[in-house]
């Protein structure tokens, strides 16, 4: 899919509602693949959460501030989308995921997960997606496993076996309602 923007590409993991546009989505979670410098699309009423999976990294500089640096050892990054955003990259392009909710209806978190502390609970009318960045994990689904980036989508009630400690790195993002 096309950025709002028209600068780039990005691979829609999850949406909601379902088949909704770049402008009617509740929530969105999709990764993109930045290769060159450049201003980030605005998305009025969203919150954006913004984590660089591979790269050397990108400088971000949001709302005229000082820029932050993120690569894939830093922590993911929340900011508001309707915010003036440019992106500088360090050396090279960049992987990231990039997760949005619509301010005032719904709500999102991403963390790092590496097996040894527990999975966020998924809230009511939510879900909580894992995604795999190194290592394998089980999928939840019987003996099937997940390779780096590949995800599973819990729902509320679902159960999932986590990874022994020190066997995966992997991000996990909950989204809920307001």
């Known amino acids: 899919m096309p950025w709002k923007n028209g600068g780039g590409e990005t691979t829609e993991i999850l949406a909601h509602p379902a088949g909704a546009g770049l402008d009617a989505f509740d929530w969105r979670i999709s990764m993109a693949r930045v290769a060159a410098d450049g201003p980030f699309s605005a998305f009025p009423g969203i919150d954006r959460t913004l984590t660089v999976l591979d790269g050397a990294g990108l400088d971000l500089a949001i709302g005229g501030a000082a820029p932050v ?29 990039n997760v949005m909710t619509r301010r005032g209806r719904f709500f999102h978190a991403v963390t790092r997960f590496d097996g040894t502390d527990g999975l966020p609970e998924v809230p009511a009318g939510g879900i909580v997606l894992v995604l795999c960045l190194a290592g394998r994990m089980p999928s939840g689904s019987g003996d099937a496993m997940l390779g780096p980036r590949d995800a599973v ?23 809920g309602p307001a």
């Open 153 to 175: 989508v819990l729902a509320p009630g679902d159960t999932w076996r986590p990874p022994a400690p020190d066997v995966v790195a992997a991000l996990a993002v909950v989204v």
């Open 69 to 97: 640096r993120l690569d894939p050892a830093s922590g993911p990054l929340s900011f508001p989308a309707d915010s003036p955003c440019h992106g500088r990259l360090v050396a090279g392009p960049v992987t990231d995921l």
